[in-house]
C-alpha cells in the first residue's frame, strides 16, 4: 500500500486496544471493518442527499399547489365582490 492511499486517525490508546481486541473477537482484521463502516457512512450520505432532494421536491409541489388554490379563491372572491358591487 502506497503512502497517498493511508489515512492517519489518532485515536487514544485505550480506543484503539479496545477496537482492535473486539475486531480480533470478531475474526475480522482492522482495515476491514473500518471500510465497513466508511462505506457504511457513504450509503447515509447518499440517502440523506436523496431526502433531501425529495424533501425540497415536495416543497415545490406544494407551493404549486398552494398558487394555484389560492388563486381560484381569489378569483372567486373577486367574482362576489364585483357582483356585489354591481347590485
Known amino acids: ?3 497517498d492511499n493511508r489515512i492517519m486517525v489518532r ?3 485505550e480506543k484503539k486496544e479496545a477496537f482492535m481486541d473486539k475486531v480480533k473477537q470478531e475474526g475480522k482484521n ?5 471500510l465497513d463502516l466508511i462505506d457504511s ?3 447515509a450520505l447518499a440517502r440523506t442527499n ?5 424533501k425540497q421536491g415536495l416543497r415545490e409541489e406544494l407551493k404549486a399547489e398552494l398558487r394555484q388554490e389560492l388563486g381560484g379563491e381569489i378569483a372567486l372572491l373577486r ?3 364585483l357582483g356585489e358591487s354591481a347590485a
Open 11 to 13: 485515536i487514544s490508546t
Open 1 to 3: 500500500m502506497s503512502a
Open 50 to 54: 436523496d431526502l433531501e432532494e425529495l
Open 41 to 43: 457512512y457513504l450509503g
Open 79 to 81: 367574482q362576489q365582490l
Open 30 to 34: 482492522a482495515s476491514e471493518v473500518l
